[in-house]
């Protein structure tokens, strides 16, 4: 707590006469707005250090910053690079999950901004956005944070799965976000990953660290599958704690850095508040869609299943061009998603998610 010097003056004032004083202090927990401004100079520093932020010269976004139970506390840190930068160091600031904001960023079109959101103030990893320019005043559309369903899913931030010659470099973030662009990975502490490579069904090897991993496999065109087991262990994980995902396809001898046909599923789940909750008591609208690497493919196959007891039994669900509504058991307090897809090209994605989402 801080005062200015003319508040301490007649507060010290007031002590002095020895009456008894009353000091009513009041706050804002979760500011409904917060100001990212960075303002560059080109050349000499110039004489005038004044700045003003107005409509001319910032761009407005609302971020929306989805937690796991009411009151938890998370961390933000926002990396700025000037177009010389090759690194950037900030200190993260703690940040009330389960909340809104309206974000203000300063207008620089050379200036690159890089966000990461933890989704605990203890959590040693966080989700990174990708690198971004804002270089108009155009509001730009909302941003959701740590949303369900979080899963690993292909990310271009993160780096493509490719092979060069007779070597496979898996490349598949832990924990990818309903946001595209959004991933973050295991950090072998508070959650753990695990994969493993199989060349018609003969295992490979393990990947150096869950979802990396770099093989040597035959040339001669072979059906694989890479199998990613991930889990959340810390006190503060509610929501997806354990993914398994199986991913198969195709490949042969290239003589050029070629991307792999790895499918990913993208889940929309409709309705979810801030806590990533939906209504136990009404249907869910489902949205599951199939991309692969490239960002877009035609999906041969597509069917879901839910769980409402950590997979121990499963339903299917009725999927119709992409989409399904999920009604929900009675007491049931998370919901758990199963989706096998696979392409016209007979590449598959079999994935299973726990506690996907909450319901209250």
């Given at each position: 707590?801080?005062?200015?010097g ?76 000037r ?6 160091i ?99 502490v508070?959650?753990?990953?695990n ?42 994980a ?111 994605i ?11």
């Amino acid at each position: 707590m801080i005062a200015t010097g003319e508040e301490g003056a007649h507060l010290a004032g007031l002590l002095k006469t020895g009456k008894k004083i009353t000091l009513k202090l009041g706050s804002t927990p979760a500011s409904p707005y917060v100001y990212n401004a960075m303002f560059p100079q080109s050349g000499a520093v110039t004489a005038n250090q004044t700045y003003r932020l107005d409509g001319c010269n910032t761009a407005k976004l609302k971020a929306r910053y989805y937690g796991g139970a009411a009151g938890r506390t998370g961390m933000d840190t926002l990396y700025a690079y000037r177009p010389w930068q090759r690194f950037s160091i900030d200190t993260a600031k703690y940040l009330p999950l389960g909340t809104a904001r309206t974000e203000y960023y300063y207008v620089s079109p050379d200036t690159r901004t890089w966000h990461v959101v933890y989704p605990d103030w203890k959590a040693n990893v966080g989700q990174w956005s990708p690198l971004r320019t804002f270089d108009t005043t155009a509001s730009e559309p909302a941003e959701d944070w740590l949303r369900q369903v979080v899963r690993p899913a292909a990310s271009e931030e993160y780096g493509a799965s490719e092979r060069s010659g007779d070597q496979l470099t898996m490349s598949v973030p832990e924990f990818g976000a309903s946001t595209p662009g959004h991933y973050a990975y295991a950090d072998g502490v508070n959650d753990t990953g695990n994969g493993k490579l199989y060349a018609d069904g003969q295992l490979v090897g393990d990947s150096l660290i869950g979802g990396y991993g770099v093989f040597t496999v035959p040339a001669a065109k072979t059906s694989y599958r890479f199998v990613l087991d991930a889990q959340r262990r810390a006190e503060w994980a509610r929501y997806s704690t354990s993914t398994h995902t199986e991913w198969s396809f195709s490949s042969a001898h290239t003589d050029t850095r070629t991307a792999l046909s790895l499918l990913s599923v993208d889940y929309d789940v409709r309705g979810l508040d801030l806590l990533n909750r939906a209504d136990s008591h009404g249907k869910v609208k489902l949205g599951l869609a199939v991309r692969d690497q490239a960002g877009s493919v035609r999906a041969g196959a597509l069917k879901a299943w839910v769980s409402y007891d950590d997979g121990a039994s499963w339903k299917e669900v009725k999927v119709r061009h992409g989409r399904a509504e999920i009604g929900h058991a009675k007491g049931a307090e998370f919901v758990s998603l199963r989706v096998q897809a696979s392409d016209t090209a007979g590449n598959r994605i079999d994935q299973t998610v726990l506690r996907a989402y909450g319901l209250k």
